[in-house]
């Protein structure tokens, strides 16, 4: 059945690829469409590993590049829910609610390669 995947954390080559050209909510360690990452983030060269995590505290989620927290939000919140609906996904019912569901990695069509992927239950 369709269905409308959930939050993203966007990864990709902010110099080389053409959706990270639309702006700083499509870029590297963004809410995808949604919520830019900080300025000033330190991010790797294609070709150099880019370390990544995203924390999840009941509704609190974090995404972290290279150390760095370039990203907070707080699901189901009014300021969420005011940045989905300026989003690609407003009309997406329910988006950004859920705290659990499935977890997904989708690509471009370009090459990516990932390591040491964990998930742990805190």
Do not use: C
């Amino acid at each position: 059945r369709p269905s409308t995947p959930g939050p993203e954390y966007q990864m990709l080559d902010d110099k080389g690829h053409p959706d990270a050209k639309a702006g700083a909510k499509r870029q590297t360690a963004s809410l995808y469409d949604i919520i830019p990452p900080a300025e000033g983030k330190i991010v790797k060269a294609p070709g150099e590993w880019n370390e990544s995590k995203i924390i999840v505290k009941g509704n609190l989620v974090e995404h972290w590049l290279n150390g760095g927290k370039v990203v907070s939000y707080e699901l189901g919140s009014p300021e969420l829910k005011a940045a989905i609906s300026a989003s690609k996904f407003k009309a997406a019912a329910g988006f950004g609610e859920k705290v659990t569901g499935p977890i997904m990695i989708t690509d471009h069509s370009d090459e990516v390669s990932f390591r040491f992927i964990k998930i742990r239950v805190l």
